[in-house]
């Protein structure tokens, strides 16, 4: 781990030169790539590693700033310290875009508060950990329980507010093809039409409602396909935390061009051939719920 960490240090000299000079080029920063690796003595067999990081966090720079600034509302991004900004983006891209069996998100989180510690303020350590810590939770905190036996704590007064939520996923049918219509969000994930369910409504009633207000799109909700419960913060909340429930349905829609409204963290929604579902990056808890979707589809279409 001693050698990735150094590894990390290499990219970030790069990232934080790039912020500096807006004439450098890819092939550039893969040549200063080099230089550093020298300098600092990374070992030769972490170059496809540091190649891959540095790509990745320059190809995904903009939707990596989008969640700086959705993650750190009171600090413009352009105000945040340039090694801290910089930090900031080789964490996200690990914790959104890498490989979770090889970096686990609290390994990415870990390793961009060391870094911050070691090249930042002494505040910068905090102000990493805040910002990599939203975006965790907002992720649903991927692996918090693993290798661990411990409970989630509740707020003092033993009660965690309780929030209902409704999401589809929803199909069509054009010629002898089927379509899923899915959402983008900033952190890099494809998922569901989702949203609260509004008091005394029905959850069929609120899936129609949701996925009109999201994409446009009129659906007959046909079935429920999964639920699940997972905790996510609330700065209203005593102990700063709900618990969501949240069920999903089939939904069927006619194939029409879908009007996203980019709101709550949203920046595109697209229809995609059944086929190609697959292969898409899903939310671990989203994944069954579509794969359950796409199952049923499947089995009518063979009747």
């Given amino acids: 781990m001693a050698n990735r960490h150094l590894a990390r240090s290499v990219v970030l000299q790069v990232l934080f030169?790039?912020?500096?000079?807006?004439?450098?080029?890819?092939?550039?920063?893969?040549?200063?790539?080099?230089?550093?690796?020298?300098?600092?003595?990374?070992?030769?067999?972490?170059?496809?590693?540091?190649?891959?990081?540095?790509?990745?966090?320059?190809?995904?720079?903009?939707?990596?700033?989008?969640?700086?600034?959705r993650a750190a509302p009171e600090w413009p991004l352009e105000k945040i310290a340039a090694i801290d900004?910089?930090?900031?983006?080789?964490?996200?891209?690990?914790?959104?875009?890498?490989?979770?069996?090889?970096?686990?998100?609290?390994?990415?989180?870990?390793?961009?508060?060391?870094?911050?510690?070691?090249?930042?303020?002494?505040?910068?350590?905090?102000?990493?950990?805040?910002?990599?810590?939203?975006?965790?939770?907002?992720?649903?905190?991927?692996?918090?329980?693993?290798?661990?036996?411990?409970?989630?704590?509740?707020p003092k007064n033993g009660k965690m507010p309780l929030e209902e939520l409704v999401g589809a996923v929803v199909y069509a049918r054009e010629g002898a093809e089927v379509y899923l219509a899915l959402v983008h969000d900033i952190f890099g994930h494809w998922t569901l039409s989702k949203g609260k369910l509004q008091p005394e409504e029905k959850h069929e009633d609120g899936v129609r409602r949701k996925v009109k207000e999201e994409i446009g799109l009129e659906v007959d909700v046909e079935e429920q396909l999964g639920e699940n419960e997972y905790i996510a913060n609330d700065s209203n909340a005593s102990g700063g935390k709900k618990k969501r429930h949240a069920r999903y349905f089939l939904a069927r829609a006619v194939f029409a061009d879908i009007s996203l409204k980019k709101e709550g963290g949203l920046d595109d929604a697209q229809w995609f051939p059944l086929a190609s579902v697959g292969d898409l990056n899903f939310y671990d808890d989203i994944l069954p719920v579509v794969t359950r979707a796409i199952n049923i589809l499947a089995q009518r279409g063979r009747k």
Avoid at 33 to 59: C, N, P, V, W
Avoid at 117 to 133: E, P
């Fill in 17 to 69: 030169e790039r912020d500096a000079s807006s004439a450098m080029s890819l092939d550039d920063c893969v040549s200063r790539l080099a230089d550093y690796a020298k300098e600092f003595g990374a070992r030769e067999s972490d170059m496809s590693f540091m190649k891959a990081l540095l790509q990745t966090a320059i190809a995904k720079q903009k939707e990596i700033d989008e969640v700086i600034v």
């Fill in 85 to 154: 900004r910089n930090i900031l983006r080789l964490g996200l891209t690990e914790l959104l875009f890498a490989d979770r069996a090889q970096v686990p998100a609290k390994v990415a989180i870990n390793e961009a508060i060391e870094l911050a510690k070691s090249f930042g303020s002494g505040s910068s350590g905090r102000f990493v950990n805040g910002v990599l810590g939203a975006v965790y939770v907002e992720l649903g905190e991927p692996g918090k329980n693993e290798g661990s036996g411990r409970k989630k704590e509740l």
